[in-house]
């Protein structure tokens, strides 16, 4: 049985999701929903099954993948964890918090999961549909986002029928994601450093008050999903901080800034988080050749948001 004579869209029940882990089993693709993003997922330990995630979201080989654990035990399996990363990892997991750390000699995932590199990505989700597929298939997941490459990440399944066409793998629904942002993705180094790769749901301010301060390094290059300038694409040119709109962009507005689509009428930027990506999609959609996005404030969350719009501005138009 090939992947497309599954059902495109699979029910988040017992049968569903037993049958995504069959899939995955057999060395397929399954898009699977998280907490933050629906994740193109495939078994980690297979070369074979690794490559169709490339080959689908057309991503770049030297841009590494997440991979999803059951457990701590089990991540304790693929790396090395230092008490930084026990604690974080006993704070955060399951949640949208993903640790790099340095790769242990002879862990079973496949080299083009790290790209090459000492490090691997690691996070235990919280969403249930994708921690029951976990505990099914009994091995750890590479999920990068569930959409071509450079497109807006998918919070609903729609959004990942709409990114890969005649070409998207099966789906589990899970709904809607409840935070709608990747998570927060940081590196613990040996020497005692760490370096915030990605800005997400756990914040940067609450990571200082539990490592200290952070410390770049520099020339690191590419080390974990989300880094490339050019990412979350709509395709179309993309205004940031519009406090008045033209009248062929579509826009997105905060707050009492109201708009064609509204992140959070309440100012809330858990709210705005949560809903980004999904304006971001009805922009894409809209017959208006442009968007505009009203002024998001900085600061915790506010830092994610703002990350991901200046890097789909970078890439739209």
């Known amino acids: 049985m090939s992947d497309k004579d599954v059902t495109e869209v699979l029910p988040p029940d017992a049968e569903g999701i037993a049958q995504a882990a069959r899939i995955l089993g057999a060395g397929g693709l399954v898009a699977i929903p998280t907490e933050t993003v629906y994740g193109l997922a495939a078994r980690a330990d297979s070369a074979e099954a690794v490559a169709k995630i490339y080959a689908a979201k057309g991503r770049p080989d030297f841009n590494p993948l997440i991979v999803h654990v059951r457990d701590l035990d089990q991540a304790k399996q693929i790396a090395r964890f230092d008490d930084r990363a026990t604690d ?45 597929v976990l505990e099914q298939t009994g091995v750890p997941l590479a999920a990068p986002s569930a959409n071509v490459s450079e497109d807006i990440s998918p919070t609903r399944p729609e959004h990942v029928l709409a990114s890969f066409g005649d070409a998207a793998p099966p789906v589990l629904d899970g709904g809607q994601s409840q935070k709608g942002l990747e998570s927060t993705i940081v590196a613990l180094r040996e020497d005692g450093s760490w370096s915030l790769l990605r800005p997400g749901p756990v914040t940067k ?38 406090t008045e709109v033209a009248p062929d962009e579509f826009f997105i507005g905060f707050g009492d800034v109201t708009g064609d689509c509204n992140l959070s009428e309440a100012g809330d930027l858990n709210e705005a988080a949560a809903r980004l990506y999904d304006c971001l999609h009805r922009g894409a959609a ?6 505009a996005v009203a002024p998001i404030p900085y ?13 789909a ?3 739209a138009g």
Do not use: C
């Open 313 to 315: 501005s970078a890439g």
């Open 205 to 242: 301010e609450t990571l200082e008050r539990l490592l200290g301060g952070e410390r770049q390094v520099a020339d690191a290059g590419i080390e974990a999903p989300g880094q490339l300038t050019r990412h979350y694409s709509p395709g179309k040119p993309l205004r940031l901080s519009a």
């Open 88 to 132: 974080l990892a006993e704070r955060f997991w399951p949640g949208p918090l993903t640790l790099v750390l340095p790769l242990l000699d002879g862990a079973k995932v496949a080299g083009a999961v790290t790209a090459g590199l000492p490090t691997i990505a690691l996070r235990q989700p919280s969403h249930r549909v994708m921690r029951a």
């Open 286 to 291: 809209s017959d208006k050749p442009r968007i």
């Open 299 to 311: 600061g915790e969350v506010g830092r994610a948001i703002n990350d991901r719009l200046r890097r």
